[in-house]
C-alpha cells in the first residue's frame, strides 16, 4: 500500500514549456486534490476533484489545468510555465469530499527559469 | 473570506520541553481542526485532529485543545525529542461559496528540538 505517489519528483523548466504532474492513490478514495506550497503561505488548493469525472478550480487555478484520469489518478498541467509557478506541489486525497482527513504525497519541486 | 493564522512561525526548544502552537480561525462554522507534521523533503502527515464536540484530544506526547468561543484551538508536544523537529500545519475546515467541503491551512510553524 504506498498511499498517494507523484512524478516527477524535481523538475526544471524554462518559462514558457508545458509539463504534467503526475498522481496517484491506491487507497480507494474519491476526492483527490492538488495544492502548491510556498514559503510563509502554507498550502493553498489549486483543483480539486470531488469524485471520478468532476473536477473543479480551488483558490489558485490560475496556468493551471487537471485531469481526473480515473479513480486512482489526478494530473496537474502547466500549460506555458511562469517564473510564478516555481513551488512545491503535492497531491492529496481524502476517501470523499466532506471526509476531511487527507493524505498527502511526497510533492514535486518545480523551478520554472 | 475564511482566514488560518498561525504563531509562532519558529520555534526553538530544548529537548525534554513543551512546545505549544496556536492558530486563530475566522469562520465561526469550522468544525474540524487537523494538526499535520512536514518532516524535510516529505510530504505533510496528519498528526491528530479534534473536532467540535471536543475540547480536548491526546495521543501520548501530542495534545490538541479547541476553545470554539475564542476560535483558536492549540497544539500542545510535551517531552519533546529532536525527531519532532519538523514544520507543522495547523487547518480548519470550510465551505466554499458552491457547497464544496475545504482545508484552510495555517502558515506553518517550524519547529527544533536541540539535544
Known amino acids: 500500500n504506498a498511499g498517494v505517489t507523484q512524478t516527477p519528483k524535481f523538475q526544471v523548466l524554462k518559462t514558457g514549456q508545458s509539463m504534467t504532474l503526475q498522481c496517484a492513490q491506491d487507497?480507494?478514495?474519491?476526492?483527490m486534490y492538488w495544492y502548491r506550497q510556498d514559503p510563509g503561505m502554507g498550502l493553498r488548493l489549486i483543483y480539486y476533484?470531488?469524485?471520478?469525472?468532476?473536477?473543479d478550480k480551488g483558490e489558485v487555478p490560475n496556468g493551471y489545468n487537471v485531469s481526473r484520469l480515473n479513480k486512482r489518478e489526478f494530473s496537474l498541467r502547466l500549460e506555458s510555465a511562469a517564473p510564478s509557478q516555481t513551488s512545491v506541489y503535492f497531491c492529496?486525497?481524502?476517501?470523499?469530499?466532506?471526509?476531511?482527513?487527507?493524505?498527502f504525497g511526497p510533492g514535486t519541486r518545480l523551478t520554472v527559469t | 473570506g475564511e482566514n488560518v493564522e498561525q504563531h509562532p512561525s519558529t520555534l526553538s526548544v530544548q529537548e525534554g520541553d513543551s512546545a505549544v502552537i496556536k492558530c486563530t480561525y475566522s469562520d465561526s462554522a469550522s468544525n474540524y481542526f487537523p494538526w499535520y507534521k512536514q518532516e524535510l523533503g516529505k510530504g505533510p502527515q496528519l498528526i491528530i485532529d479534534?473536532?467540535?464536540?471536543?475540547g480536548e484530544k491526546k495521543d501520548q506526547r501530542i495534545a490538541v485543545t479547541l476553545n470554539k468561543t475564542a476560535k483558536h484551538f492549540s497544539l500542545h508536544i510535551t517531552e519533546t525529542q529532536p525527531e519532532d523537529s519538523a514544520v507543522y500545519f495547523c487547518?480548519?475546515?470550510?465551505?466554499?461559496?458552491?457547497?464544496?467541503?475545504?482545508?484552510?491551512f495555517g502558515a506553518g510553524t517550524r519547529l527544533a528540538v536541540h539535544p
Open positions: 476533484s470531488a469524485s471520478e469525472g468532476t473536477t
Open positions: 487547518a480548519a475546515n470550510g465551505v466554499e461559496d458552491g457547497g464544496y467541503n475545504k482545508l484552510i
Open positions: 487507497m480507494n478514495h474519491n476526492s
Open positions: 492529496a486525497s481524502s476517501e470523499w469530499e466532506g471526509s476531511y482527513e487527507q493524505y
Open positions: 479534534i473536532r467540535s464536540n471536543v
